[in-house]
């Protein structure tokens, strides 16, 4: 079966460094590659989209790398802060639209 | 404001009901998702639909329905068929169903069978 997954356990850091997660994917190649951050009890928000020809995507302190070869996306968040603590979500759609996500990683940032 | 709603925010269910959840957008968006979220889980998907009059199942649609009569609107009723309904529900669009278009998600159900 298709699967895409992402490290389970939560990623503690201290204020100022820069987290790292990792989406790994199985099977088929997404063309494209998302990331949305999740608080708490409320819906995911999109942070970016990369795509398959595109080794890395940045958008402020968020940085994103795809690697096909590996099967593998990773999120880096620079200069990470206290309000960057959130889950985050990698999700890939298959050619029909439909979306498929990952668990998540929970990202907690200390002072 | 253009966005995604959903309601009630917290609903309370007896077990043997059936219960219908809303999902409204004013986004004009074709593309719409039902997603179901355990705690410590991931988003799976019970339903989508591409386009007015037209839906697909997601991965775990059993005990659930849905209906897509206006672009707006797509709500899903949760059937006294589903063993489990217990959880949060997140409705999303997107412009279309192409495998390049991020989803805006609504502030999502929290479903409590009692």
């Known amino acids: 079966s298709q699967k895409i997954e992402q490290n389970s356990e939560a990623l503690n850091i201290q204020e100022g460094k820069t987290a790292t997660l990792t989406c790994n994917y199985t099977?088929?190649?997404?063309?494209?590659l998302q990331w949305y951050r999740q608080d708490p009890g409320r819906g995911p928000v999109f942070l970016l989209l990369?795509?398959?020809?595109?080794k890395e995507k940045r958008k402020e302190r968020l940085k994103v790398t795809f690697d096909t070869t590996l099967k593998q996306s990773l999120f880096h968040i620079t200069a990470s802060q206290p309000a960057d603590s959130a889950t985050y979500l990698c999700?890939?759609?298959?050619?029909?639209?439909?979306?498929?996500f990952g668990a998540g990683t929970q990202v907690v940032v200390t002072p | 404001d253009g966005g995604i709603t959903q309601s009630p925010k917290y609903l309370f269910r007896k077990e043997g009901q059936n219960v219908t959840l809303s999902c409204e957008q004013n986004?004009?968006?074709?593309?719409m998702y039902w997603y179901r979220q355990d705690p410590g889980q991931g988003l799976r998907l019970i339903y989508y639909?591409?386009?007015?009059?037209?839906?697909q199942k997601g991965d775990i649609a059993e005990g659930y329905s849905v209906s897509r009569e206006k672009k707006e609107s797509f709500p899903l009723t949760v059937t006294s068929a589903q063993k489990n309904p217990t959880a949060f529900y997140l409705c999303?669009?997107?412009?279309?169903?192409?495998?390049?278009?991020?989803?805006?998600f609504g502030p999502g159900t929290r479903l409590t069978v009692l």
């Open positions: 990369i795509r398959e020809n595109e």
């Open positions: 099977n088929y190649s997404p063309a494209y």
């Open positions: 999303a669009s997107s412009i279309g169903g192409g495998t390049y278009n991020e989803q805006f």
């Open positions: 999700a890939r759609t298959d050619s029909w639209g439909k979306f498929q």
């Open positions: 639909s591409q386009i007015v009059n037209d839906f």
């Open positions: 986004l004009n968006h074709d593309a």
